[in-house]
């Protein structure tokens, strides 16, 4: 048993080096989740693996002289992807393997054997200081919000990897449609979703869909399907969150009742400092007549209704610019503005991480970075 316990902290260890890490906690609840993860044969794999694509003949060749067969190499690799703990991909004919963080990763690859006691392990992990402050002291993020294309007025020039129209349209495909891990969460502890009814909201593109029809999991759709289904999500005022490459592997149609990242982002003294977006919105106060409904709309509580003036102010160190309240306003005084300063994201998955690899901050940049949330609470 000490053994086995030893496996999966060197796994901890091996995964923590990994761009998005995975720290060490006092109750332990890293080393239970593992073990739901991985089991023992497959956590000794897995440490063979990086953040980047490696070739499957490659990773046999450093496993070999621990007496596996090429066959069994492979069989544990198809296995721990297949369980959504590890990525694939496949280049040049050949399959490659390659780790991912709790989140974005080995959390939502746990979709379809989500149980209670999984959720109990992740809410109790992802609640402590450790994990908060690796998941927020990397400078780039793996989402950014796009905006709603209907709240886009013409003069703006959008940049491609900013319209959800043309990430769709842009991609080679595959396109899958699959259920939200977070609604479904929140579906097992009691509280389904406020914004929406439907389960099939969220999409991947390109190389996560191709490796989701080959394991039989979500809903493989043509393209004009995806963009329809993209409408419905628009029509209901769900957020786009794509992966934050211009190639998107994925889009996210989130909602601050479920959603983990935008639950997140409300309980942060100033989110933008951790978001990546290109829009806000403002406020025309001479049209506005203080309805409220953007700020029913807003999914961050980035809007509130002045209550001397009467009209709706918003707040630009809480705004994401996802457009919803510009769409929904009825007296057309809500508008999306350009930030000064543009986001423009990594052009792959791999040049994201590369890049979050490059800036992933120390000890001391963590101890920085609690300081920093502390004086702005």
């Known amino acids: 048993m000490k053994d086995q316990d030893q496996i999966y902290r060197d796994l901890q ?9 995975f720290p060490a906690t006092k109750s332990g ?15 000794r794999v897995a440490m063979t693996l990086s953040y980047r694509p490696r070739p499957l003949r490659e990773i046999y060749e450093d496993v070999r002289e621990k007496g596996m067969a090429f066959e069994e190499v492979k069989n544990t690799l198809n296995a721990m992807a297949n369980k959504g703990v590890i990525g694939e991909i496949e280049r040049d004919g050949e ?21 209670r006691e999984v959720l109990a392990d992740f809410d109790e992990y992802t609640s402590t200081k450790a994990f908060g402050l690796e998941f927020l002291s990397s400078d780039l993020p793996q989402m950014r ?4 294309e209907k709240s ?3 003069e703006h020039h959008v940049a491609t990897y900013d319209e959800l129209t043309s990430l769709i349209k842009g991609s080679q495909g595959p396109f899958v449609i699959n259920a939200c891990i977070c609604r479904k969460s929140s579906a097992l502890k009691g509280t389904p979703c406020r914004k929406t009814s ?5 999409m991947a593109l390109g190389d996560m869909a191709k490796h989701l029809v080959k394991a039989g999991k979500g809903r493989e759709v043509s393209r004009e399907e995806a963009l329809s289904i993209s409408r419905q999500n628009e029509a209901e005022g769900l957020v786009f969150q794509p992966s934050n490459s211009q190639e998107a592997s994925f889009i996210c149609a989130c909602c601050g009742c479920c959603c983990g990242m935008l639950r997140l982002q409300k309980l942060l003294p100033r989110p933008l400092d951790f978001w990546a977006a290109n829009y806000f919105a403002t406020v025309d106060t001479g049209t506005c007549t203080g309805c409220g409904t953007c700020v029913e709309q807003c999914q961050v509580k980035a809007v509130a209704v002045n209550g001397k003036q009467g009209i709706s102010e918003v707040d630009a160190t809480r705004c994401i610019g996802c457009g919803n309240c510009v769409t929904a306003c009825p007296s057309g005084a809500m508008r999306l503005a350009k930030r000064e300063k543009e986001t423009v994201p990594p052009e792959t998955r791999e040049k994201l991480y590369e890049t979050i690899m490059a800036r992933k901050k120390g000890t001391l940049g963590k101890m ?8 702005q609470r």
């Open 368 to 375: 920085k970075l609690a300081a920093k949330l502390m004086l």
């Open 95 to 115: 399959q490659h393997f390659f780790n991912t963080p709790l989140i974005v990763g080995m959390y939502e690859g746990q979709l379809y054997e989500l149980s």
């Open 29 to 43: 609840s890293e080393i239970r989740l593992l073990k739901r993860f991985f089991d023992p044969g497959e956590a």
């Open 198 to 202: 439907r389960t099939e909201t969220c």
């Open 145 to 148: 919000t796009i905006p709603v």
């Open 152 to 154: 886009i007025r013409i």
């Open 13 to 21: 260890k091996h995964l923590d080096r990994q761009p998005v890490g």
